[in-house]
C-alpha cells in the first residue's frame, strides 16, 4: 500500500498514526518545518532552529512506520540540542556519534530503517551521550585501515557533493550546525564569490553543502523547542505513554540551564550553617502578634581559582574578576579564597571587600593545567566544599579520581572558551554571555 504513496504522502501518515500511537513524538512533529530537497540533501537532515529536509527518493524507499523512525531521529537532533554541542571536535566523528547516541533511544519505539546501514545502530553505545560515544569512535584523521576491513565503515563513499561525510558510516542524515547557519547568512569570513554583497550567495551554499533556504532560517523565528519539549514530556506522563528511551534524558532536556549564581545561590540555601536567637526576635513574627527567634546564617568559604595562563586574554580576565566582585555584592556571607592558575598555583588571596579585589594581583601566563587545585584540596583535606573555576577550558582537566569526594566544582567558562572541554564527570557548567 504504501508503495503507491508519494514521499509527502508518506509524511504526512507519519506524522498523523504518531499522534494516537506515540503522542510525545508526534507533538514534536507537528511543530518541524519539512521541506523537499534534491540538491544537498542525500537522505535527510536537519537545522537546529527546527527545519527537517528530506530528498523524496530516499522516502520512497520507506515505509511509513520506517518515514517515523527518520522524523524521531530529526527532531531529537534538535531538542538534544546536538547542532549546538559540536564545539571545536572532528565534524565526521560527531556526526556519527550523534546518529549512534539517538538510533540507540528512538530504536526502542520506531523501525529502523533498512536501506541505513545497521552499524549505525550499536548497542555498545546505548545509554550514552553524543559526547560519551565520540570518545570512544576513533579518530577519522587517525586510521590507517583498508576503508574495506573498518569495523565502522563499510568501505562504500558516497557521492562528494553531498558535502562533509567521508564514509556511509556517517551519512544517516545532514546535521546543520549553528555555525553553518552563520555562515549560510553571511556571518563567517570570506565572501561568496556569486554574492552581490557578500553575504552568503547561492555558490557559497554550495561550497558548504547546505540547502539555499538556510540563508533565510532565523534563530527569532524558531519555535521555542524547550517549551514544546516540556509540555510533550507533560502530556506522555498524563496518559503514561512515556517513550522507552528518553527516561535517563528527561532532566536534562526540560530543566532550564542555571547560572552559576543561581546553582551556587541553591548550594548556599542548603549548606550555609544558622543559629536561632531570642535575643532578636524575628520582625515578621512580631507584627504577626507572636515572638519567633530570628535566623543568624553564618559564613561560607568558596575557593575560586582564576586560569591566568597565556590563553587567557586581559579581556577575559577582567570578566573573570568581574565575576568574581559580582558574586561578593550577591551573597553577604561569602568569603573567597582567590587563587590564579596557570601550571601552578598563586599563593592564596582572601577576599572579602571590593577592596581586596582592587588590589589583588593575577599572576601567570604560562602553561595550562586545572589539576593543581584538586590536589591542594585532597592532600591538605581542606574543609573546601565548592570550588568555583573561572578559565577559556582550554586546559588539562583532573581524573575523576583526583576529584576530592563531597566538593562542588562549578565551572565558569569565559565568551570565547570551549565548554566542551569539560569532563562530563563534573556536573555544574556554564559559559559567560
Known sequence: MTGNMSPEDKIIEARV???????????????LRIKENTTCIPTAGVTPYGTMYYNPKFIEQLSVEEVQFVLAHEVLHICLLHLERFGNRNRTKCNIAADLAINNIISKDFKFPAIIDKRLMDKKYENMSMEEIYDKLPHPEECKMDCSKCPINNGKAIPSEYGQYKCKYGSFDKHITKEDMDKAQGKGSGKDKDSKDGKGGNGELRDLGLPDEVKDELEKNAPNWRKIMNDSLEVAKRIGNMPAGLERLVEDLVEPQLSWKEI???FITRSIPFNFHWRKPSRKSISAGFYMPSVQKEEIDVCMVVDTSGSMSDIELRE???????????FEQVKITLFSCDTQLSEASKISSEYDIQTTRLVGGGGTTYRPIFKLIKEHELDTKVLIYLGDMYAEF????????????????????????????????????
Request: net charge positive.
Open 17 to 31: 498514526k504518531a499522534l494516537s500511537k506515540m503522542p510525545f513524538y508526534g507533538s514534536l512533529f507537528l511543530h
Open 264 to 266: 551556587l545561590a541553591q
Open 320 to 330: 573573570c574578576m568581574s565575576e568574581v566582585l559580582g558574586l561578593l555584592r550577591t
Open 398 to 433: 583532573p581524573s575523576q579520581s583526583e576529584v576530592p569526594v563531597g566538593l562542588t566544582t562549578i565551572f565558569i567558562v569565559t565568551k570565547s572558551g570551549d565548554i566542551n572541554a569539560i569532563p562530563d564527570f563534573f556536573k555544574y557548567k556554564v559559559q559567560l554571555k
